[in-house]
Nanobody, 117 residues
Framework: QVHLEESGGGLVQAGGSLRLSCAAS????????MGWFRQAPGKEREFVAAINWRGTSTNYADSVKGRFTISRDNARNTLDLQMNDLKPEDTAIYYC??????????WGQGTQVTVSS
């Protein structure tokens, strides 16, 4: 089992940027695909972005495509999410998780992102 801890959230104005980080501990995640998800108040948790273990393949939710970039540093055992041109609808708690094929697991505690209009 791996422990994941997100950081980098905060309050930003619409059009601004934030960079989220997810630090893994307990074991290396260099061979594990990873993803970012988010949950807004009163809504279900939704997929944001995913990356393969090498960092060579990514995919994004349509709502963030062209604005968000997922990346990873396997040497540092970290996962990042660069978020640009933020919108109020991006307000949510953001989580990182490990992809074990059938499902994601080892969820972090989340980091709050609030975008003001």
């Amino acid at each position: 089992q791996v422990h994941l801890e997100e950081s980098g959230g905060g309050l930003v104005q619409a059009g601004g940027s934030l960079r989220l980080s997810c630090a893994a501990s307990g074991r290396r995640v260099s061979s594990t695909p990873m993803g970012w998800f988010r949950q807004a108040p009163g809504k279900e948790r939704e997929f944001v972005a995913a990356i393969n273990w090498r960092g060579t393949s990514t995919n994004y939710a349509d709502s963030v495509k062209g604005r968000f970039t997922i990346s990873r540093d396997n040497a540092r055992n970290t996962l990042d999410l660069q978020m640009n041109d933020l919108k109020p609808e991006d307000t949510a708690i953001y989580y990182c998780a490990a992809n074990y094929g059938a499902q994601y697991g080892d969820w972090g505690q989340g980091t709050q992102v609030t975008v003001s209009s």
